[in-house]
């Protein structure tokens, strides 16, 4: 059940990593218009870049705690 339960998880995990990166993608394509605007969207590009890094951090120690739990 415990194993179950994380695969799900990381399962959710990719998902929502495919979701962000096209989020990402989005907003680094937004057009350049104002300096305030710019600032904001390259606010935005940093924190989602952030984010990205920590799910990519967390699904891959969740992988590595299944294999483990697996091995048992």
Known sequence: VLIGSFKEMVGSMEKGLKGFRGMLSAVENLPRLEKELNRSRRRVEEHVRDFLSKLEVARRL?????EQLESQ
């Open 62 to 66: 969740s992988n590595e705690l299944i």
